[in-house]
């Protein structure tokens, strides 16, 4: 019988799956120890059931050991406090050994097996000697991780215009390719201020209903497409695909009109037969 697969978050917004072998009861919110790379380390469940099964399960998940217990959450809190202690440290010894990089976040494994330093750059950067001086300061495993400011959004967190957490903190698990070509898809202005996100990247939420507009747009004659109506020789200059509507803008006076998708397809159709 296959065992329960659970989802466990942990600081900065990383979701990784479980085997939860020993059918520990588990909801939503409990805080468990889970098996780490080297050691063990602690989170909190975040999705079980059905909702996991939706989920894209990636690799061979570790085991849940067990529940929290209150020392254990004792414990995280004391490193939660030394991780914003590593963070300091750490910032003076890059602009002591004059690092291009900028720190973005520390966390400590559960049992402090491992302290991983997360930053950004714009190059590749050679930290070894960053990494000596924090293994002799904190007598551990030292793990510098670069990484993208779409990640650095998701491990700091924060809410979009919409009002509503970031979508890479709430459920994005992969990051997708998004360009400019999504906007004008969907008619939008490309203004840099309202198509780009906390990030500085152009928002994720342009990709959810690229799908729907690529589909809907088939069923209108291209924009620029030249069309002779009664009134003279007009160009398509925009469509509105909710109201099935076609905005036609005339050679002679640059007049705009608006005409129903079907209203324009009888016309496109007689052009073309009479061409």
Do not use: W
């Not at 061979?60 to 440290?89: H, M």
């Amino acid at each position: 019988m296959t065992p329960e697969i659970v989802e466990i978050s942990f600081k900065g917004n990383k979701r990784t799956h479980y085997f939860n072998y020993k059918d520990i009861p588990l909801k939503p919110g409990d805080y468990v120890v889970v098996e780490a790379e080297k050691g063990i380390d602690l989170g909190m469940v975040s999705k079980i059931g059905r909702l996991v099964a939706l989920s894209e399960i990636k690799g061979e998940p570790k085991s849940v050991i067990r529940l929290a217990a209150e020392e254990d959450l004792d414990k995280l809190k004391e490193n939660r406090l030394k991780e914003v202690q590593a963070f300091y440290v750490a910032r003076e010894k890059i602009k002591f050994h004059g690092l291009n990089m900028k720190l973005v976040d520390v966390e400590y494994q559960y049992d402090q097996n491992k302290l991983t330093f997360f930053f950004t750059s714009d190059k590749r950067v050679d930290f070894r000697e960053l990494v000596k001086d924090l293994a002799a300061k904190y007598r551990t495993r030292i793990e510098l991780r670069q990484i993208g400011v779409r990640d650095e959004a998701r491990r700091l967190g924060g809410l979009g215009v919409c009002g509503e957490p970031l979508c890479c903190t709430a459920f994005i698990q992969e990051f997708e390719p998004i360009s400019t070509q999504y906007a004008k898809d969907q008619h939008l202005p490309l203004n840099p201020c309202k198509l780009t996100g906390v990030c500085g990247r152009l928002k994720c939420c342009l990709l959810y209903e690229k799908s729907f507009y690529s589909a809907t747009l088939k069923k209108f004659p291209a924009l620029e497409t030249e069309i002779n109506t009664d009134r003279g020789k007009a160009v398509i200059d925009k469509v509105d695909i909710f109201r099935e509507m076609v905005y036609l803008k005339y050679l002679d006076d640059e007049a705009v009109e608006c005409h129903s998708l079907r209203e324009v397809e009888k016309i496109l159709k007689k052009q073309n037969v009479n061409a």
